[in-house]
Structure formats: structure tokens, C-alpha cells
Nanobody, 126 residues
Framework: QVQLAESGGGSVQAGGSLRLACAAS????????MAWFRQAPGKEREKIVN????????AYADSVKGRFSISQDKPKNTLYLQMNSLKPEDTGMYYC???????????????????WGQGTQVAVSS
């Protein structure tokens, strides 16, 4: 059974950094699209980065490009999201998500992702 668990959220001032972690239990016989989404109050869930486990390919949303970076610790089965130069508009609930499939599937939005963590809250104050 695929399970995802996020951690690392918190409160930080603008310009600060946080590192989120997604501990994942995935089957090893297939590749997965993994992604970080965020949702601000009253807004739709936004994908900020996706990652393909089989080859490490990554795609970032323009809103976070150059500030956020994703990395994988394979022995720990953990996906990290390093968030630097945080802005108040980065505030929201951050979710880790995954779905089995080919790399081309990773570009799809939230409804295409099958497995979700419970989320971790990020608050950035000005």
C-alpha cells in the first residue's frame, strides 16, 4: 500500500527557508510521478514541482523556479523540497502526491495523482 507522509512545515519570515520532507512507501517495480502541491485558503491546489522516480527528471512551476529545489534520498525513501527566499504568497498547505506511470504523466494536475499525504502547513510572514 502506497503511503505518503509530509513533515517540515512551520512559520518563517519572508526571505527565510524551510525544508519539507515526504516519506514515501512505494512499490519498487514501477516508476512514480511524485509532486508537491500547495493550496492557499480560498484557492485551487497548485502543483509547484513534479519528479519522476525512475530517472529523476523534474519540472518546476514558474512561481517557485530558482527558489525551490527538489531532491531524493533513495535509501530513506524520502523526497525533500528545499524552499528558499520564501515569500508571503508561498503560504499554504503543502501536499506530497504520487501516481504510478510514465514520465509523461507527471505533468498532469492534481486530479491525476492517486496518492496523497496529509499535508504540512507553511506560513510566511512579511
Amino acid at each position: 500500500q502506497v503511503q505518503l507522509a509530509e513533515s517540515g512545515g512551520g512559520s518563517v519570515q519572508a526571505g527565510g527557508s524551510l525544508r519539507l520532507a515526504c516519506a514515501a512507501s512505494l512499490y519498487t517495480y514501477t516508476g512514480y510521478c511524485m509532486a508537491w502541491f500547495r493550496q492557499a485558503p480560498g484557492k485551487e491546489r497548485e502543483k509547484i514541482v513534479n519528479f519522476y522516480t525512475a530517472d529523476g527528471s523534474t519540472a518546476y512551476a514558474d512561481s517557485v523556479k530558482g527558489r525551490f529545489s527538489i531532491s531524493q534520498d533513495k535509501p530513506k525513501n524520502t523526497l525533500y523540497l528545499q524552499m528558499n527566499s520564501l515569500k508571503p504568497e508561498d503560504t499554504g498547505m503543502y501536499y506530497c502526491a504520487a501516481v504510478e506511470g510514465f514520465n509523461a504523466y507527471c505533468k498532469h494536475p492534481a486530479h491525476a495523482y492517486r496518492y496523497w499525504g496529509q499535508g504540512t502547513q507553511v506560513a510566511v510572514s512579511s
